[in-house]
Structures are given as structure tokens and as C-alpha cells.
């Protein structure tokens, strides 16, 4: 690509808004192409009209660049302005690295326009810059919008140190659709907006205000403690807007946010013509499937709508509060997307993704991309079932090109960890010996620790298990020769007790999943399979792990699809009665 990174003359280094104005010609000989890319959030506009944003998710050492076809918004003399949030610190959904954009709009092979030093710009004012308001870790910063502001003026930009080689984005641009009906109820301190469903996408507002008055919008899933819960712990789930007299209209297509309810509080009187969150969307073409069941077929289509609100620049584990890439969590979505839509370049890039983030000590990062790491083993692990699921449902092995040194690298890591015991003992700072959010699973207080810290030497059913059963798929992806009948037989000696298997060496409670797991590498009999469905001391599988329990219980052929079946309509049929309109993480 032509052009240089720019950025606007600031002295701010964290959460601010650079704005970029370049005036093109268009001869009519050719598509007009956008190419860009930038550190943060861009949105493009040509002669007023969004036309792209949202960069593809990526890291400071593998830089995507958007291409985009702006043929229909030129007109023969065009006006090209980008606004980019460099967000400069470091979340779960990116990693910190010095502003900069790059962009140039080409015809036909020749250069229009391109960034450089004679570009002008300027610090977008009516952004808060350098605010450092945090919704969550996960998430990174809200923002302030001040309508009133009189705008600076443009400079010319300064070239910035950014060396990188780009890579097209591989997948499809993200999609901004049209707004949704709301429902506005006025209460005594505030409106409150129900958009009938849970949403993904941009704030949008269209108002008349009394007085010049700052809003503070609140976004959530569901009304709790008689409105929208903004404040949870450390957690701020609101963005501000500061609204001059007369008409506001203003949409950010740079934050994306989600849930079902808005709740604005403002001190003077605000008339409503619309406040909603409009859709943002991966576009995916949806395979039709019908259930005779109406309950099936209710919690199917459910399932299908809360996938698409966890797939943007990639799959994220929640929309409201993390919007981050989990090896786990994506498992589930990319195992249900084969069936629920067209194609897998999608899957194919999320897992391409995953694994630039292998870290030195032969893990992936806990999130991809993630610039606060507490990486978590046993997702690691599950990172090679993705590789071998996304093979067998493709016949795409030119994914090992790309991927198969990562996983070959994990493989070694847990083979290098394993000790004399003929198991792999749980891993000691940085990392977080997480299975699931239920008891004696989740081990949240390792989020926490120190290099310090001791570490006392003990085995992990769950880990075990999976580190057999992927390496058994490891053997059938290479073609290798793995031997495990050693481990396995460790793992009955070491965990069985009285025809179930403990979590661990430090407890003697027992769970679905870890037995589970014991089932699917061979560990276990009829018995075992019964005491699943039916031993009330066993810790009940979270959400996202009952895929593991199923899978388990349908070796036994039919026995158990009754109860399958019967578990999926308890379960989901609570959060529809509820009143939920996309599925929770957690029950």
C-alpha cells in the first residue's frame, strides 16, 4: 500500500481521537478501492457517508488492512475523512502499540490519495481524550461525546515509526444495519429504551434537548434493582453524551456495545425521536433447519441469534461485557456454526488468530488478541480439538500449513510437563488452572497471583483427560504413532474413587465433566454413564461444558438421547421463560 502512518500532533498517549481529512478525484475509469489500517478503531467516510470501520482484530507484530469498495458513494471530487481511537492501553481485546493510520484510495491501480505528512489532521475534541473511562478489562474504555464543542482546526499530521508488513483482512467486513422499533418509557430520573431483544452495535441517538446537559447512557441485558445496572463491582457499563440546545443526532461506530435495555438519566427535559442500538453484524448466510419439536426448534433459533451477536471482528465469549476470543469458548461456536450457516473462513481465521498468540512458554494467551495474559492450559488443549473438529467437518488441511507448528508446540509444552507420575501436574505463575465456573473448577484465585507465590505440586482430572484425548486426535491429524495407554492408566490409578473420578489430588469430589472427559478417553462403563445422568453429589456441568457430557453419554449409542434432549429443553427453557431473548453464559 502507498501512503505513510500518520498520526495527529498530540501529547496524548492513551484513549484518544485523531481525525483525517483527504480530498480525492475519481475519473470513472475503475472500482475507487479504500485500503487502511490503523492502531485502535477506525471509521471511514466518504462525503459524509460511513462507508467502513472497525478494524479486523490483529496484533502489533501481524497488521490487517481493509479493502473496500467505495465506488458508490464518489462522486467525480470526494472528500475522504477517518476518525481513529487509538486506545494505547492494554485490554483482553487488544494489545497496546503507538497510534497510526495508513489508508490510500486507488482507481484502477493508480493512487487517488494516500496518508502522509501532508495529510491534514486533528485531535477530535469532541471526544474526551485521554478520559480512561473502563467498562471492563475485557472491554477497555467507554467514552464522552460533547456535542457542544467548537471543533480545532486541521494541521499537518506527523509520520509515525510503523514499520509493518500488511495482511488483507480474510474475512468479511462487519455490517451496519438499519435501526430497530424501541419501546421509550419515561421514568422519574430517566428513559429507559427496550430494544425487545438483546443487540450488538452502535450507540444511535436522535433528540431534542432543553438545555445544554451532559446524558449518561447505561447499557445492560436485563432490569435489575428497578432499572439498568450500571455499576458492578469495578465495572461501569455506561457512555456519556453531552447534548447542546435544540436537535442532537450523533451515532459512535467506534465502541461497539450490546443488551437488550438503555437507561439514560439526565437532569433536563430530552424528547425522544430515536435512542437504540443499531445492529452490527458478520454476514453470514443462515442453513434453514426445522425441528418438529416447537420447544427444539425455539431454543434452536435462539441459539442461532446468540451466536451472531459473539461474531464481529471474531467470536467473543459474551457481547454486553467481554467481546474477547476465548480458544474454549469458540469452540462451541465454531462446532455450531458448521451447522448453522454456509462456509468456514470464519472458523478458518478465528483459529488462524488464536494462533499468533502462542506465548514463549509454548501456551496460547488467555485471549487472542490480548494484551493482559493469564494464559489458561487447558484451553490451550482445547485449542487442538478446534484444529481437528475445523479439519473434519472441511477436509481443509491447509490449515496445518499455518497452524500445525502451534499445535505440534502445545503438544511438546504438556509432554515436557508431564513428571515420573506419568501425568502432567497443574501449572504453576502465570498461569490459571481454569476448567469451568462451577466448584473445585474454577480456581479464580490464581487470576491473582504472584511469581512469588509457592506452588504446591498437584494433578488435575480435567487437564489429564483432555491432554489424552487430544493427543489421540494429534495422532490422527499427523499421522503419528501417540501412545497414551500409559497416562490413561495413571489417570484411573491416581483419580478413581468408588466407580467415579475425584477432580483432583487435593479433593474427592467429583464432577460431570471430569468424569466426562474420563468417559471419552475410555476411562468408565455403563455405570459410570448412569451416574452422570443421575448421582446428585456429581458437580452439574456449566453451559459450556455440557457439549463434553453429551459427547460422553452418546457413546453408549441411543440410551441417553431422551435425556439429551430432555436436559437441553430444561435448561434453555428456563432463560426463555425468564424472558431471555439470547442465552446466558452462565445458568
Not at 418509557?185 to 451532559?214: C, H, N, P, T, Y
Request: hydrophobic share 40%.
Amino acid at each position: 500500500m502507498n501512503g505513510k502512518w500518520i498520526w495527529a500532533k498530540t501529547d496524548y498517549r492513551k484513549d484518544n481521537y485523531a481525525e483525517f481529512v483527504a480530498p480525492f478525484e475519481t475519473f470513472g475509469v475503475g472500482a475507487a478501492i479504500l485500503r487502511i489500517a490503523c492502531d485502535g478503531i477506525y471509521a471511514a467516510y466518504v462525503n459524509g457517508v460511513l462507508v467502513a470501520f472497525s478494524q479486523c482484530a490483529d496484533f502489533p507484530w501481524y497488521k490487517f488492512c481493509d479493502e473496500i469498495d467505495i465506488t458508490p458513494h464518489c462522486k467525480r471530487q470526494n472528500d475522504l475523512t477517518v476518525i481513529v481511537w487509538h486506545l494505547g492501553t492494554d485490554s483482553q481485546t487488544y494489545i497496546c502499540d503507538t497510534a497510526g493510520v495508513l489508508f490510500e484510495v486507488s482507481e484502477n491501480g493508480k493512487t487517488l490519495v494516500c496518508s502522509g505528512t501532508d495529510t491534514l489532521s486533528r485531535i477530535q475534541n469532541r471526544y474526551k481524550n485521554g478520559y480512561c473511562k473502563t467498562i471492563t478489562a475485557q472491554l477497555g474504555y467507554s467514552f464522552l461525546y460533547d456535542g457542544t464543542v467548537t471543533e480545532n482546526g486541521y494541521a499537518p499530521s506527523v509520520e509515525m515509526p510503523k514499520p509493518y508488513t500488511l495482511h488483507k483482512r480474510p474475512i468479511k467486513p462487519l455490517v451496519l444495519q438499519d435501526r430497530l422499533p424501541v419501546t421509550v418509557q419515561r421514568r422519574a430520573s430517566s428513559i429507559l429504551i427496550d430494544m425487545g431483544k438483546e443487540v450488538a452495535g452502535f450507540l444511535e441517538l436522535d433528540i431534542d434537548s432543553k438545555a445544554e446537559q451532559k446524558l449518561t447512557i447505561c447499557f445492560g441485558e436485563h432490569i435489575a434493582d428497578g432499572g439498568v445496572r450500571r455499576k458492578i463491582g469495578t465495572r461501569d457499563f455506561s457512555v456519556e453524551y453531552v447534548a447542546r440546545v435544540g436537535r442532537n443526532t450523533y451515532l459512535n461506530p467506534l465502541r461497539r456495545i450490546a443488551g437488550r435495555y438503555l437507561e439514560i438519566f439526565c437532569d433536563a427535559e430530552v424528547a425522544v425521536r430515536y435512542i437504540g442500538i443499531r445492529p452490527v453484524v458478520y454476514p453470514v448466510t443462515v442453513q434453514s433447519v426445522s425441528f418438529v419439536d416447537p420447544s427444539i426448534q425455539k431454543i434452536y433459533d435462539v441459539c442461532v441469534d446468540t451466536l451472531r451477536l459473539c461474531m464481529h471482528e471474531h467470536y467473543e465469549d459474551c457481547p454486553w461485557r467481554e467481546q474477547a476470543l476465548y480458544a474454549m469458548d469458540s469452540r462451541n461456536q465454531m462446532l455450531c456454526g458448521y451447522y448453522a450457516f454456509f462456509g468456514s473462513e470464519y472458523q478458518r481465521h478465528n483459529l488462524l488468530l488464536l494462533a499468533k498468540s502462542l506465548r514463549k512458554d509454548g501456551l496460547l494467551s488467555i485471549c487472542a488478541p490480548s494484551g493482559l495474559d493469564v494464559p489458561i492450559p487447558f484451553f490451550s488443549l482445547v485449542y487442538i480439538l478446534q484444529v481437528y473438529e475445523y479439519v473434519a467437518h472441511t477436509d481443509d488441511r491447509s490449515v496445518l500449513d499455518e497452524v500445525g507448528e502451534v499445535v505440534k508446540t502445545i503438544i511438546d509444552t504438556f509432554a515436557c510437563k508431564m513428571d515420573g507420575s506419568g501425568l502432567v501436574p497443574s501449572f504453576g505463575y502465570p498461569c490459571w488452572n481454569f476448567y469451568e465456573w462451577a466448584d473445585e473448577s474454577h480456581n479464580d484465585w490464581q487470576i491473582e497471583r504472584k511469581p512469588t507465590d509457592p506452588c504446591s505440586c498437584s494433578y488435575d482430572l480435567i487437564l489429564n483427560c483432555m491432554y489424552a484425548y487430544v493427543l489421540r486426535l494429534y495422532g490422527r491429524l499427523t499421522g503419528k504413532s501417540v501412545a497414551v495407554e500409559r497416562m490413561i492408566d495413571a489417570i484411573r490409578k491416581t483419580f478413581g474413587r468408588d466407580g467415579v473420578f475425584a477432580l483432583s489430588t487435593k479433593t474427592n469430589r467429583y464432577s460431570q465433566l471430569g468424569n466426562a472427559l474420563a468417559v471419552l478417553i475410555g476411562l468408565g462403563d455403563d455405570a459410570l454413564a448412569a451416574r452422570i445422568v443421575s448421582d446428585r453429589a456429581m458437580i452439574p456441568a456449566t453451559l459450556s461444558m455440557k457439549p463434553f457430557v453429551y459427547d460422553a453419554l452418546l457413546t453408549f449409542g441411543d440410551t441417553y438421547k431422551d435425556y439429551i434432549l430432555q436436559n437441553i429443553r430444561t435448561t434453555y427453557g428456563k432463560m426463555l421463560q425468564a424472558g431471555a431473548t439470547s442465552f446466558w453464559e452462565t445458568e
